[in-house]
């Protein structure tokens, strides 16, 4: 293929000479994984990997890991399961697991990362916690991880469909999916002004790419392939410096070279 002989290459180079990418990923159970280990994490590190780049995964965590990452020395992480944007005074639920509280705590104690992967605001929706709010809370959650690391790029991720029949849905809570549409294009209109002000911030849509099809039998996490499929669609926005660049052709080549070997 012609975008694989001379761009891909160009891309490969510059991975591997750019030393190892340093990811802090951080959300709640659909980050840390729960029901599937790792999450969409070790697809992430393997599609990287693949693609001849040193990554190096950072987080206060290293519960919910695999082998792979284990024996790679990358089972860090920040997702943590159950956890919220942040605490609200309107529901004691979320009491000790804001997402926002505690991100200053761990920074202090990582390397500091060059991309950040922060997906967040399930919990809040599914929950029925202050959901018209959510919004609010995410631009105070992602402005507090601009000022800690005003360097690193911020990869957010809008928060997937869901089942309406989950079993961790609050019985208060009705047309979930609609309160997801509503709160992921709250979000990445935060995310597009804070881009346009000169924040090192993208929106990468995962709701449009998974599906309900994509869920396991709870209705709210990921099957195996489902985490797999997030993990290829995370590696694609981080092999993407700068949006609209000439990268963007070549790591989407890459990924479609990557996916017929598979």
Request: aromatic share 6%.
């Given at each position: 293929m012609k975008c694989?002989?001379?761009?891909?290459?160009?891309?490969?180079?510059?991975?591997?000479?750019?030393?190892?990418?340093?990811?802090?990923?951080?959300g709640d159970s659909l980050t840390s994984g729960f029901t599937r280990a790792g999450a969409y994490r070790p697809q992430l590190y393997t599609v990287l990997t693949a693609a001849g780049m040193a990554v190096d995964f950072v987080g206060s965590a290293t519960n919910d890991t695999?082998?792979?990452?284990?024996?790679?020395?990358?089972?860090?992480?920040?997702?943590?399961?159950?956890?919220?944007?942040?605490?609200?005074?309107?529901?004691?639920?979320?009491?000790?697991?804001?997402?926002y509280e505690s991100v200053q705590g761990w920074y202090a104690a990582i390397?500091?990362?060059?991309?950040?992967?922060?997906?967040?605001?399930?919990?809040?929706?599914?929950?029925?916690?202050?959901?018209?709010?959510?919004?609010a809370r995410f631009e105070l959650l992602l402005s507090r991880l601009e000022t800690l690391s005003p360097t690193a790029r911020i990869i957010v991720g809008s928060v997937p469909k869901a089942s309406e029949t989950n079993i961790y849905k609050n019985a208060a809570v009705t047309a979930l999916n609609t309160s997801i549409n509503t709160y992921n294009s709250s979000i990445l209109g935060i995310v597009n002004n804070h881009a346009a002000?000169?924040?090192?911030?993208?929106?990468?849509?995962?709701?449009?790419?998974?599906?309900?099809?994509?869920?396991?039998?709870?209705?709210?996490?990921?099957?195996?392939?489902?985490?797999?499929?997030?993990?290829?669609?995370?590696?694609?926005?981080?092999?993407?410096p700068e949006p609209g660049s000439a990268v963007l052709v070549a790591a989407g080549c890459l990924l479609a070279f990557l996916r017929r070997r598979r």
């Open positions: 694989l002989s001379g761009v891909l290459f160009a891309v490969l180079v510059m991975a591997m000479s750019a030393g190892a990418v340093v990811i802090w990923p951080v695999t082998a792979l990452l284990t024996t790679a020395g990358e089972a860090n992480h920040d997702g943590h399961s159950g956890w919220f944007i942040a605490d609200t005074a309107a529901s004691s639920a979320d009491n000790g697991k804001g997402i390397t500091p990362p060059g991309v950040i992967l922060l997906m967040i605001g399930t919990n809040d929706l599914n929950g029925n916690n202050s959901v018209s709010t959510a919004s002000s000169g924040k090192k911030v993208q929106f990468l849509d995962v709701n449009a790419a998974m599906s309900l099809t994509d869920l396991g039998s709870d209705g709210l996490h990921f099957s195996q392939s489902g985490y797999d499929k997030l993990g290829t669609l995370w590696a694609g926005a981080v092999m993407v």
